[in-house]
């Protein structure tokens, strides 16, 4: 019977999803990184709610990955880290021990660091920030913001609200985070480049999930106290607000990059990182805001529908730069949610690495339990054989993604009435006759054979008929 209630619910139908891509801009010689975030440094609450804790001992994690790896790769293909978030809210001895401790993992390792940066969500802990002219407005009037909302989760997280980007004091303690930052990087840079292990740099991204976000009580946009900032009001909006969100968002990832430069970021090792829903008018996030200046342009790239083609589209506006995966895994949030199942490895790197991504920063390695969704992923058998497959010289396959095959609603109730009703059975029948359809019923629905998974659905619903 205990089987039996573990049964996933009806959602894991759904299957990995994700246009077909059309063809990207080949890579250009430069190094290319197999990356994977680890979540670091986290002290305030905003962090404690939104998350993974931080591994233990981030040497030995490391040098457990570049063991099951089985190698860190080599000339133009190379294994990495990434550490962060590094936020504004991050201490500054913090921040500089953390930079300077994953330096000296890279030359402990041979594994290649990178860096991620929160460029505007976490700031707890700069009291200076809290003021009325600092944070984003819900109107023309200057009616505070609740909070920031964070939909990374089934239940949507709170957390500070979204700082007004380009007020002076927000851009005057930016430009002393990044001064922070980019000069522990270049002093990190140095010691590589010293030990003749230059490529050991992966880079820093200025951004996670860049934008200006949503109001947490109302869910409305904000961006009402930036746009005053730039001259905008009531009586004299901007003709297209989410388009004027967007551009002031573009801008604060510009000023990031920036300011990294000036501190001695070397100025082809900065990414932005911005998530966008292919397709979507008035986005708050458009695609296009990822082409800032000074940086590569970076995506967030979970399987979804039309997002790689849209992405190809906007590389080839812009003349077919390289660009990252700044964030991403094989299994899109919302099947991982429901219990569904991810593409394949291979699969995921070959469409993204054969179009021209210079870094892809994989998400889920070591997260949560054995039986988290990104971390069953990111370590499984098939996913070690890819990245091996790739820091190895060999060529990736690709395939379109195909969007999920729906099941009808017919037999969404049924399943339903089956979750419902089957466990009474078992305990009053036994599992003799109900665990072999059980199991059928299971293995048709994983494999979305939706007609098999009705006729056995309604031979379940038969059978609990026949007993009532």
């Known amino acids: 019977m205990s089987d039996l209630r573990r049964w996933p619910a009806l959602a894991l139908l759904v299957a990995a999803i994700l246009a077909a891509a059309p063809a990207l801009a080949a890579a250009d010689g430069n190094t290319r990184y197999l990356a994977f975030q680890f979540f670091t440094g986290g002290v ?18 490391i040098g457990g990955l570049k063991e099951r790896l089985g190698s860190s790769g ?35 390792t041979d594994m290649a660091v990178g860096f991620h940066i929160d460029d505007s969500m976490f700031w707890r802990g700069m009291d200076a920030l809290n003021a009325p ?21 089934a239940k949507p997280i709170r957390i500070a609200p979204p700082l007004c980007l380009n007020s002076a004091p927000v851009t005057k303690a930016v430009a002393a985070r990044a001064k922070l930052i980019g000069s522990e990087i270049a002093s990190g840079v140095a010691v590589l480049g010293a030990a003749g292990k230059s490529q050991l740099f992966i880079g820093a991204i200025a951004g996670w999930e860049s934008g200006i976000g949503r109001d947490f009580d109302t869910g409305q946009p904000v961006g009402y106290c930036a746009l005053t900032n ?12 989410d388009q004027a969100r967007a551009d002031v968002t573009r801008e604060f990832i510009g000023f990031w990059a920036r300011e990294l430069h000036a501190a001695g970021v070397p100025s082809d090792k900065v990414y932005s990182h911005i998530a966008f829903r292919p397709k979507t008018k008035n986005a708050l996030v458009p695609s296009d805001t990822a082409f800032a200046a000074g940086v590569i342009p970076g995506f967030s790239t979970y ?74 992923v990111a370590e499984a058998d098939a996913s070690l054989e890819a990245y091996r497959k790739f820091l190895t010289g060999a060529a990736l396959e690709e395939a379109p993604y195909h969007a999920p095959e729906m099941p009808a609603t017919a037999l969404a109730d049924k ?35 939706f007609r098999a998974a009705e006729a056995t659905a309604d031979q379940i619903l038969q059978m609990l008929a026949e007993r009532q």
């Open 44 to 61: 305030s609450d905003d962090y404690q709610a939104s998350f993974p804790p931080p591994p233990a001992d981030l040497y030995s994690t």
């Open 74 to 108: 080599s000339g133009e293909r190379r294994a990495g880290f990434i550490v962060g978030p590094l936020s504004l809210g991050t201490s500054d001895a913090g921040t500089r021990n953390l930079i300077r401790a994953s330096f000296e993992i890279a030359l402990k």
């Open 133 to 153: 002219a600092n944070l984003e407005w819900l109107d023309w009037s200057g009616t505070p913001s609740t909070g920031r909302r964070l939909d990374w989760s």
């Open 230 to 241: 730039k001259g905008f009001s009531a009586a004299h909006p901007p003709a297209d607000f």
């Open 303 to 376: 399987p979804a529908p039309g997002h790689l083609e849209e992405i190809a589209e906007e590389l080839k506006k812009h003349g077919n730069p390289p660009w990252a995966s700044s964030e991403g895994a094989a299994i899109d949030p919302g099947v991982a949610g429901a219990g569904g199942a991810g593409v394949g490895m291979e699969i995921y790197l070959g469409n993204l690495f054969n179009h021209g991504a210079r870094l892809v920063n994989v998400f889920g390695w070591g997260v949560g339990g054995a039986d988290n969704p990104f971390r069953r």
């Open 415 to 449: 399943v339903h009435r089956i979750q419902a009703e089957l466990p009474a059975y078992v305990e009053k029948h036994g599992p003799a006759r109900a665990a072999p359809l059980a199991r059928a019923l299971d293995e048709h629905l994983k494999k979305h054979d």
